[in-house]
């Protein structure tokens, strides 16, 4: 275990940006020729420019004329080293994907390929402008040092079944007793029993008491698809959601990956848990999947349950560009309520922030750039052919937007890519150790998998 990157001191001045302010609720707004004054990490005054230097003591100073600063993007569920698997499970159903292609790759990992795998998710997503991920994945240690090393902000569940036994169930409580906390804040933990198909009953009772005890959320995949929720039905009598409400995963606290399986009599449930429960949505790969119907966003919403914006792993996804993700999210969802007037451009970025923000329990730290919030900060170039004329900056970010825009990424006041630069990534060398281990992951012929695929 270490922790490589110091606390962030001294002063960071951002001047004469545009600024994105995102409320809690209602309309978003671009407040003009804005500086955005951190000390220590923390966001002290956004104000009205006093010119390009600003009068302010500074460590550092970041010229932000003819710039947008939005929130740090949150990808609020995703599993960070499956990059080494991008592209390398298409056009096949759903159990074929997790059966015949990715689960027997997994087998093959190594805690050195997660940590490149980490490393490599890690460089994109600061490109692209995302400054916080919630993951969810095997040897856990990898990606916490990857994130301590680039500077980014996760939230990181090991992923637990039960067929690992006692044991791995004691490392993944370990871990979070060991990481919670560390890189001066920047890795948190949930737990991660991987799905109510995956973990017996027993063992989501015990997870869920450790999250209670230790004060952790619970980040789980359930109610992926509606054949999932019927097939619970079936066997069981009733749905995944309630599976999570008996066995005390909802009371303390859960992160749901995709719920495109929550039906109606499941609301009340989640209601009930609303301050403590979010879902997170990645539509994309429902859309690759052929699955339906999609997450049920304006429902959930209308239940107070926060709903927030994930690309899942690169596998699947094949990006891990949170863009990409909420401008689908916009999309699909117009057209599964067929209302053009529903998901506006303010509820998009707002899911795709604060949503975020709050899904990981971390909104009153992140989200939004507000004195009193950490610095994570991305400022955005809309000047380019695809934004222009520029006759709303919100549309942009939804519509027109890309990872390519993205200029340069602070988190926790500290400056992680600098007109276009990262700084804390050597990207040729990662991608020469990437490069390097992808023909041995890949190799499936062995008849080994992690698990069996059967929900």
């Given at each position: ?6 606390p962030?001191t001294g ?13 809690t ?9 804005q ?10 005054d ?39 698997m ?9 159990e074929?994907?997790f059966?015949?292609r ?9 805690p050195d ?13 600061i490109?692209?402008g ?26 990181i ?35 991660g ?65 995709h ?21 997170a ?6 859309l ?23 690309t ?24 599964a309520?067929?209302d ?35 610095a ?24 027109s ?38 023909a ?14 059967d929900?």
């Amino acid at each position: 275990m270490s922790d490589r990157t110091p606390p962030p001191t001294g002063r960071l001045l951002v001047s004469g940006c545009d600024v994105l302010r995102v409320p809690t609720q209602g309309e978003c707004e671009v407040l003009r020729a804005q500086d955005i004054v951190v000390a220590d990490g923390v966001i002290e005054d956004v104000r009205p420019t006093r010119g390009p230097f600003g009068p302010a003591p500074a460590a550092d100073v970041i010229d932000g004329r003819g710039l947008l600063a939005v929130p740090g993007l949150i990808n609020a569920h995703t599993h960070s080293p499956m990059t080494l698997m991008r592209g390398a499970a298409e056009d096949v159903t759903v159990e074929g994907w997790f059966n015949d292609r990715v689960w027997p790759m997994e087998s093959n990992l190594t805690p050195d390929d997660v940590r490149i795998g980490a490393r490599l998710a890690c460089a994109e997503m600061i490109r692209s402008g995302v400054t916080t991920f919630a993951d969810h994945y095997f040897f856990p240690e990898q990606i916490a040092e990857a994130v301590t090393e680039t500077g980014l902000r996760a939230d990181i569940a090991p992923t637990y079944f039960s067929s690992g036994g006692a044991k791995a169930l004691e490392a993944t409580v370990g871990f979070a007793e060991a990481w919670h906390g560390l890189a001066d804040g920047r890795v948190t933990v949930s737990l991660g029993p991987h799905a109510p198909y995956t973990v017996d009953d027993g063992d989501l009772r015990t997870l869920a008491g450790h999250a209670r005890r230790l004060g952790l959320r619970v980040h789980i995949h359930a109610a992926e698809h509606l054949e999932q929720t019927r097939s619970s039905l079936e066997r069981r009598g009733i749905t995944p959601i309630r599976v999570l409400h008996e066995t005390g995963v909802l009371d303390a606290g859960a992160l749901i990956a995709h719920g495109c399986g929550i039906v109606e009599d499941d609301l009340p449930l989640l209601a009930e848990y609303a301050g403590t429960t979010a879902v997170a949505c990645c539509p994309k790969v429902y859309l690759k999947h052929a699955l339906s119907p999609l997450t049920p966003v304006r429902d959930l919403l209308g239940a107070g349950v926060a709903v927030a914006v994930g690309t899942d792993g690169a596998a699947g996804h094949n990006t891990l560009d949170v863009w990409e993700a909420l401008r689908l999210v916009a999309l699909t969802q117009k057209q599964a309520v067929r209302d053009a007037t529903w998901m506006t451009v303010s509820d998009t970025l707002r899911l795709a922030m604060r949503g975020g923000a709050r899904a990981l329990g971390l909104q009153k730290e992140i989200g939004a750039l507000e004195p009193g919030m950490r610095a994570d900060l991305v400022l955005t170039d809309l000047s380019g052919l695809h934004c222009r004329p520029l006759h709303d900056p919100r549309a942009a970010l939804v519509y027109s937007a890309r990872a390519s825009d993205v200029r340069t990424v602070v988190v926790d006041g500290r400056v992680l890519m600098r007109d276009g630069r990262l700084l804390t990534v050597d990207v040729p060398e990662l991608l020469a150790e990437a490069d390097a281990r992808v023909a041995r992951i890949l190799d499936t012929s062995h008849g080994r998998a992690v698990q069996h695929y059967d929900p």
